[in-house]
């Protein structure tokens, strides 16, 4: 039906996505968001549906049913190709659709740095799909471990790599120690705590580099305990079926898991507008991109630079925050002059790296341990959309910190997983 009301299209239903919908939604307005998944996904708490504490459908839920009390915002299942500014049109796999003002938000992937064949054997983590492969690769592996635990293979299944020591590679080290280290030798008769390997790799002098030196010595030490090697300085140059080299050095294993960069969404580059090395608009300081004052990019796939020449960051807050932006420049058709410039508030850090154990950094405010940790679970658990997500998580975390038992466990897909290797008879 044709209406005369401003028609917005929101490309996203992230962080950023839903944020600017919501917030438009008290507008005279025509919203549109298209998203290629049914689904919000929330980031944060991804890597535990890999390490198995939690199942996909709690920290996942509907886009429908978030903005089902929107009667503006219409959801389209749709995966966007490209966008065209000069005809004012973003098209999708099945169709295209014009807008008055154009917001982007798909996020980024994660980027191997022009080694895409690395991805099939070191998976990273972005999706609910890549995080069910990293979970069956982990679980499967300890199946095969078992079974061929006396031929010279088994090492390599209980060997775990993960690459980068950023917040994710840190979270996501402390959660397969723990549970590799502890929850499965408890089902594994076979298999001993020395025969595990948990190896983060990071190619910068010290892990968590955004947070203070002592925030990153006590994380290394923290993972130390846990029983993780962790090697800086060092480069992955290759990774293949079951080794990566980390520099010179060649080390087994099938289980290697991505953590070390993004790229942005491909869709940018039909804007036809400067993007920097990860593939990210450059936007300008009021995230409109050159030439269109009315196509905005927003959250993880938007650089932006602030007035005080800070870069905003690529975390869900700064995403919320451009959402709200936008939502108000678009609401009152401010003209480009009139635009304030946006300024990211900078509301702190935090980086879990085990159960109890958790750095925060708030300003000069540092803290760690138990209070970072508690202050990290109380923050996820409050901005977690949905309330029955809220209580389950809640009810999971409580149930695992007690007996150390993850609930989901389960090998669900395919038992191929572990790149399907043959092996001699025991
Ligand atoms: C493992 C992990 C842990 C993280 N931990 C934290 C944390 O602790 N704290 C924090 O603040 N941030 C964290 N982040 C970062 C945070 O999740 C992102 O900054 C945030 O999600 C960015 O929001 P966004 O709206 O830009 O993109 P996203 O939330 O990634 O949303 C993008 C959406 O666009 C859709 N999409 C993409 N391409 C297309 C297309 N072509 N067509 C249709 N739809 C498309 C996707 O399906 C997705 O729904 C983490 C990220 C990851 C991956």
Same mark, same amino acid.
């Given at each position: 039906m044709q209406t005369s009301i401003p028609r917005i299209i929101i490309i996203g239903g992230g962080f950023g996505g839903i944020q600017a919908a919501k917030s438009l939604s008290r507008s005279k307005v025509q919203v549109y968001l298209i998203d290629r998944n049914n689904h919000h996904l &929330?980031?944060?708490?991804l890597y535990q549906v890999a390490s198995s504490a939690l199942s996909p459908g709690e920290i996942a839920v509907p886009i429908r049913s978030v903005l089902s009390k929107y009667r503006n915002v219409s959801i389209i299942m749709d995966e966007v190709t490209s966008i065209d500014t000069n005809r004012r049109t973003v098209l999708m796999t099945n169709g295209s659709l014009e807008y008055d003002w154009l917001i982007v938000a798909p996020g980024s992937r994660h980027s191997? &740095? %022009?080694?895409?064949?690395w991805e099939q054997y070191a998976p990273g983590l972005k999706s609910l799909s890549d995080a069910l492969k990293i979970r069956e690769n982990i679980l499967y592996s300890f199946e095969l471990a078992e079974k061929f635990y006396h031929t010279s293979d088994a090492h390599k299944y209980l060997t775990f790599i993960i690459v980068g020591g950023g917040p994710t590679g840190v979270e996501m080290a402390g959660a397969i120690a723990e549970i590799a280290r502890k929850t499965m030798l408890r089902d594994f008769p076979l298999i001993k705590k020395s025969d595990v390997r948990v190896i983060l790799v990071e190619s910068?002098? /010290? #892990? #968590? +580099? +955004? &947070?203070?030196e002592e925030l990153s010595e006590y994380t290394k030490n923290a993972l130390n305990s846990l029983g993780v090697e962790v090697l800086t300085?060092? /480069?992955?140059n290759h990774v293949a079926q079951d080794y990566v080299m980390a520099g010179n050095q060649k080390i087994d294993a099938k289980n290697i898991i991505w953590a070390a960069g993004n790229s942005a969404s491909p869709i940018l580059k039909s804007l036809n507008i400067p993007l920097d090395r990860s593939g990210r608009a450059i936007v300008n300081q009021d995230l409109s991109i050159g030439g269109c004052d009315n196509v905005f990019v927003i959250g993880d796939a938007a650089k932006h630079t602030n007035p005080n020449g800070s870069e905003t960051p690529g975390i869900a807050p700064a995403a919320i925050q451009q959402a709200k932006y936008v939502a108000k420049v678009i609401a009152k058709s401010l003209p480009t002059s009139e635009r304030p410039p946006f300024r990211y508030f900078d509301k702190g850090s935090m980086a879990t790296i085990g159960k109890a154990k958790a750095v925060a950094m708030v300003g000069s405010f540092k803290s760690k341990g138990l209070f970072a940790w508690l202050m990290w679970s109380f923050i996820h658990v409050f901005f977690l959309i949905d309330f029955r997500n809220r209580f389950r998580v809640m009810l999971e975390w409580i149930w695992y910190y007690l007996?150390? /038992?993850? %609930?989901?466990r389960l090998i669900i897909? +395919? *038992? *191929?997983?572990?790149?399907d290797i043959k092996h001699d008879k025991q």
């Amino acid at each position: 039906m044709q209406t005369s009301i401003p028609r917005i299209i929101i490309i996203g239903g992230g962080f950023g996505g839903i944020q600017a919908a919501k917030s438009l939604s008290r507008s005279k307005v025509q919203v549109y968001l298209i998203d290629r998944n049914n689904h919000h996904l &929330f980031q944060p708490l991804l890597y535990q549906v890999a390490s198995s504490a939690l199942s996909p459908g709690e920290i996942a839920v509907p886009i429908r049913s978030v903005l089902s009390k929107y009667r503006n915002v219409s959801i389209i299942m749709d995966e966007v190709t490209s966008i065209d500014t000069n005809r004012r049109t973003v098209l999708m796999t099945n169709g295209s659709l014009e807008y008055d003002w154009l917001i982007v938000a798909p996020g980024s992937r994660h980027s191997y &740095f %022009g080694n895409e064949q690395w991805e099939q054997y070191a998976p990273g983590l972005k999706s609910l799909s890549d995080a069910l492969k990293i979970r069956e690769n982990i679980l499967y592996s300890f199946e095969l471990a078992e079974k061929f635990y006396h031929t010279s293979d088994a090492h390599k299944y209980l060997t775990f790599i993960i690459v980068g020591g950023g917040p994710t590679g840190v979270e996501m080290a402390g959660a397969i120690a723990e549970i590799a280290r502890k929850t499965m030798l408890r089902d594994f008769p076979l298999i001993k705590k020395s025969d595990v390997r948990v190896i983060l790799v990071e190619s910068g002098t /010290r #892990l #968590l +580099s +955004s &947070f203070s030196e002592e925030l990153s010595e006590y994380t290394k030490n923290a993972l130390n305990s846990l029983g993780v090697e962790v090697l800086t300085g060092i /480069r992955i140059n290759h990774v293949a079926q079951d080794y990566v080299m980390a520099g010179n050095q060649k080390i087994d294993a099938k289980n290697i898991i991505w953590a070390a960069g993004n790229s942005a969404s491909p869709i940018l580059k039909s804007l036809n507008i400067p993007l920097d090395r990860s593939g990210r608009a450059i936007v300008n300081q009021d995230l409109s991109i050159g030439g269109c004052d009315n196509v905005f990019v927003i959250g993880d796939a938007a650089k932006h630079t602030n007035p005080n020449g800070s870069e905003t960051p690529g975390i869900a807050p700064a995403a919320i925050q451009q959402a709200k932006y936008v939502a108000k420049v678009i609401a009152k058709s401010l003209p480009t002059s009139e635009r304030p410039p946006f300024r990211y508030f900078d509301k702190g850090s935090m980086a879990t790296i085990g159960k109890a154990k958790a750095v925060a950094m708030v300003g000069s405010f540092k803290s760690k341990g138990l209070f970072a940790w508690l202050m990290w679970s109380f923050i996820h658990v409050f901005f977690l959309i949905d309330f029955r997500n809220r209580f389950r998580v809640m009810l999971e975390w409580i149930w695992y910190y007690l007996t150390n /038992r993850p %609930g989901a466990r389960l090998i669900i897909y +395919s *038992k *191929k997983t572990v790149h399907d290797i043959k092996h001699d008879k025991q």
